[in-house]
């Protein structure tokens, strides 16, 4: 089982652990991932990134592991694999923003 | 080279063909998260989960990456390990959230 | 008719010409908010403010002008006195900091 | 004096007393709409609108206010109107999406 895979399988675990799988429709996991991203926000709100990384290093780290979490969970309730997405999204990228060549 | 570290070394020559680490700071990724989280929102506004996911999957795809890949950046900005900060995060909702024994 | 009432009227009336109250439950007019906020948020990605007022000036002021008037709308669906709950909020926040005299 | 103004005049006497205009440059207040949006979003998450409004109708009123609150402190720092910014984004949205005769 790769990394990613194992990631998933320990983060599906805490929820059925819970029963919470009911709740977790596509649509208020897309919700919960804006809300984490806004809690991650928050750590660098009327701050420069030096000041919010002084003052709040721990919040940042679990508020992006949050982030992390509901969207690897969104990918394993559509069956995307996480790998592939990524190298797509930034095949795709590339065509969009080609490399400037001098 | 574990599959995460391979992806982010992927997203990372991405950027830097492009000479866009300069503005890469981490307050302006923890804004791009939060703004391709609300991109991947858009895709279910005024929809039940199934509507969005007929009408939309494709983007749904392209989105939820695009939180992963600003995600994963901020990580190697802050050198921080992805495996890690999981599993200390669900470590840490185990105890606020304990499973109810019957 | 106060100032508020009429522009909440105009906003209803553009959508009932629509026929777009159908779509309007609060939750989805709460996810279009914070919508909105984010394509404010992106006039200022990776830019200072100035840089961002600069370039931008234009469509920040519509997408402000997006934030108000989804607000608004809230405010009207859920039949809460704009003002009112701007003055109770400060009042709260007045109690929650005060001011400090030396 | 309007009642818009007069309410802008509330808030930035609160930000004033407290001497955080400092603080409230254009992106930081952009991102705090965000932020509030996505606490509003909060009350909905996991919950159809009808369950939210009754669990959570305080807090729903206090965060769209927040969301006003910082919304109307952006168009006082930009020398905004907010009546004329919404009434013009409205006519775009109407030469946009124009009303389908039958």
């Known amino acids: 089982m790769s990394e990613i ?6 983060i599906n675990n805490f929820r059925d652990e819970r029963n919470w799988r009911q709740y ?3 649509k208020d ?3 919960s991932i804006s809300i984490e991203a806004a809690e ?7 701050k420069s990134s030096e000041e919010a990384l002084k003052a709040n290093s721990e919040n940042i780290k679990e508020e992006i592991a949050d982030v992390l979490i509901y969207s690897l969970m969104l990918c394993s309730e559509l069956d995307l694999d996480v790998e592939q997405i990524i190298q797509e ?7 969009k923003y080609p490399v400037r060549k001098e």
Do not use: C, G, T, V
Request: aromatic share 8%; no cysteine.
């Open 5 to 10: 895979e194992q990631l998933i399988k320990s």
């Open 24 to 26: 977790h429709n596509p």
């Open 29 to 31: 996991l897309a919700i």
């Open 40 to 46: 991650l926000l928050e750590d660098f709100q009327w």
């Open 89 to 95: 999204k930034l095949e795709k990228n590339r065509e």
